[in-house]
């Protein structure tokens, strides 16, 4: 369980949501914008911006709030016991607020209009497949590293390798998708399209948590004795 107070960790789940998302759509569009029409090229450089930002964001303020900056990451976590309901209900508004800030905040700089509607088609069972995949490995990464310290690079280069694999590029995260919505730059996806981005990426979550508990078993015990610790009873009865 966190023990910072909920305000400093919401403060630092809407900044580094707002900070990610403003990386992942300007990087977008400067890729676009430079890239010549070399869509590969464009994708490089955004994939490049997105796993440094992560890192540093993750870095810098995991020790604060866990640097979740994504719902599906904090429902998970709730389940696991390592984070209080009220607490994840606050994290997921936050950090829809901070990731569509942070879309506003890239058009901004580039001297677009304040949000778009994106008319950028992501949609079919191959991209909602790619989706969960890309989220169950991010989940899994969460749930079964043994070190805080491997958290920043681990989930870093998932999301980057997930980039190049997957289907969809690795959106992975809700609230990204939400704001991915505002922006009909390189890295846009249609209103219409994202609940289903949204759903298959709790799938993935979900499916993570099942197979983390089988995989970790370390992890769970840890919980189970954390639990104990917070009620006064003993594990072993």
């Known amino acids: ?89 606050a994290y997921t508004a936050i950090q829809i607020l901070g990731c569509c800030a942070g879309a506003i905040l890239a058009h901004l700089m580039f001297e677009l209009p304040i949000w778009e509607v994106s008319t950028h088609v992501r949609s079919g069972p191959a991209q909602w497949l790619a989706e969960a995949i890309a989220t169950f490995g991010l989940l899994l990464v969460v749930i079964g590293h043994r070190r805080a310290e491997d958290a920043p690079w681990m989930v870093a280069c998932w999301i980057g390798a997930a980039y190049w694999f997957t289907a969809s590029t690795s959106f992975a995260n809700p609230a990204i998708t939400i704001a991915r919505s505002l922006t009909n730059t390189f890295s846009g996806i249609r209103p219409i399209d994202a609940p289903a981005f949204v759903v298959a990426q709790f ?24 639990d104990h610790e917070l009620t006064g009873s003993d594990p072993r009865s």
């Open 203 to 226: 799938v993935g979550a979900i499916s993570a948590l099942g197979v983390g508990r089988v995989l970790f078993p370390a992890a769970r015990l840890e919980l189970v004795v954390r």
């Open 1 to 89: 369980m966190h023990t910072e107070p909920l305000s400093r960790r919401l403060l630092a789940e809407g900044l580094g949501s707002a900070l990610l998302a403003a990386a992942v759509v300007g990087s977008g569009i400067m890729a676009q914008r430079l890239s010549g029409g070399n869509v590969a090229m464009a994708l490089l450089a955004n994939t490049a911006a997105t796993v440094a930002v992560l890192y540093t964001l993750i870095t810098l303020l995991g020790h604060i709030s866990g640097a979740h900056f994504n719902p599906a990451v904090s429902v998970i976590e709730t389940l696991r016991g390592r984070l209080l309901w009220r607490d994840a209900g």
